[in-house]
């Protein structure tokens, strides 16, 4: 079974469109997060839900949005797609332990053109 | 606020050698985590081991180990007889010790094992 699972897996759009990606978790975890990975590897948070609340919300602009139906699920809304939006966003899950170990999906590659 | 260096972009080795993978971090936290994750081409983020920094004794996984020294706060990856699925980006991350905080990436190191 698959414990955290992503969709798409890959998207390409033009420039200036609105998509989502959606994020599921079958672990029972409290906490959802979204991270970036540019180009160069790098990976940054983005967000953290606890429980269906916001809780970290990095430096991002607010065409990035985050919503989370309930705790097994984190979906993200990026409005008017730039070309720097051209990354790879995993989303993770955790049970708020004190281990803080973070579970992965495998990623969405998404490509602005 | 925390900080994560690794120093080496880029390394290789050849099949069945040892190599150590290098990391140094900052942290006003008292407690806190450290982890290695290895992400390999399939993309997937795969974690490789964790070091409670309260605990002295250096974390084990099978051929994965570490070197923590909190002192000094450097915080390597030794992986013994290196296999050709070792080949992967590795990162250091760092979490404070309480739940739902976020990980801390360094820039990653690409290890790869050659036949």
């Known amino acids: 079974d698959t414990a955290v699972s992503q969709t798409p897996k890959y998207l390409v759009t033009q420039m200036g469109n609105d998509k989502s990606i959606k994020c599921e978790q079958n672990?029972?975890?409290?906490?959802m997060y979204w991270y970036k990975q540019d180009s160069k590897k790098f990976l940054k948070i983005m967000f953290s839900?606890?429980?269906?609340?916001?809780?970290i919300n990095e430096t991002v602009p607010n065409r990035f949005s985050p919503k989370s139906p309930d705790k097994a699920h984190l979906n993200l809304h990026i409005n008017s797609l730039e070309l720097g939006d051209s990354a790879v966003y995993f989303c993770?899950?955790?049970?708020?332990?004190?281990?803080?170990?973070?579970?992965f999906g495998p990623g969405t590659r998404l490509t602005v053109l | 606020a925390q900080t994560v260096t690794q120093s080496q972009p880029e390394m290789s080795v050849q099949e069945a050698e040892t190599v150590t993978l290098s990391c140094t971090y900052d942290?006003?936290?008292?407690?806190?985590?450290l982890f290695w994750y290895k992400q390999p081409p399939s993309r997937q983020m795969i974690l490789v081991i964790r070091?409670?920094?309260?605990?002295?004794q250096n974390a084990t996984e099978n051929r994965f180990s570490v070197n923590f020294q909190k002192a000094a706060k450097s915080f390597s990856l030794k992986i013994s007889d290196s296999q050709l699925g070792d080949t992967a980006m590795y990162f250091c991350a760092s979490a404070p010790n309480f739940g739902n905080e976020k990980l801390t990436f360094g820039t990653g190191t690409r290890l790869t094992i050659i036949p």
């Open positions: 993770a899950s955790s049970s708020g332990t004190r281990s803080n170990e973070q579970f």
């Open positions: 839900y606890n429980n269906k609340e916001l809780i």
């Open positions: 942290t006003s936290e008292s407690n806190y985590y």
């Open positions: 672990l029972g975890h409290d906490t």
């Open positions: 070091q409670e920094a309260y605990k002295q």
